[in-house]
């Protein structure tokens, strides 16, 4: 069972700058890639960056050029992972909770998601 923790959201102004940070704990050794989602209000989850165990990394178009996904490779270990996105030149529009998701073959796992708000 794969645990997922989610911190750094908060509110910034346009413009700004945020990192996000997810602890993984318990079983990470077969985690496949790790990802971060976010949903705004009214609007489906949807994808915002993903890193896969080869560190191939894809972002959504709206995204890309301003949010950095990263994994913290120094620091790994058999039983804590840590991935980060951070987020520059922010917009209103990235306002939404931020959520990390763990994929392992035939499971996936979601933290509680933190908020990030822009305001303009």
């Known amino acids: 069972q794969v645990q997922l923790v989610e911190s750094g959201g908060g509110l910034v102004q346009a413009g700004g700058s945020l990192r996000l940070s997810c602890a993984a704990f318990?079983?990470?050794?077969?985690?496949?890639?790790m990802a971060w989602y976010r949903q705004a209000p009214g609007k489906p989850r949807e994808l915002v960056a993903r890193?896969?165990?080869?560190?191939?990394?894809?972002?959504?178009?709206?995204v890309r050029g301003r949010f950095t996904i990263s994994r913290d490779n120094a620091k790994q270990s058999m039983t804590l992972l840590k991935v980060y996105l951070q987020m520059n030149s922010l917009e209103p529009e990235d306002t939404a909770v931020y959520y990390c998701?763990?994929?392992?073959?035939?499971?996936?796992?979601w933290g509680k998601g933190t908020l990030v708000t822009v305001s303009s």
């Open positions: 998701n763990a994929d392992r073959v035939g499971s996936n796992y």
């Open positions: 318990g079983g990470i050794a077969t985690i496949n890639a």
């Open positions: 890193i896969e165990s080869g560190d191939r990394i894809n972002y959504a178009d709206s």
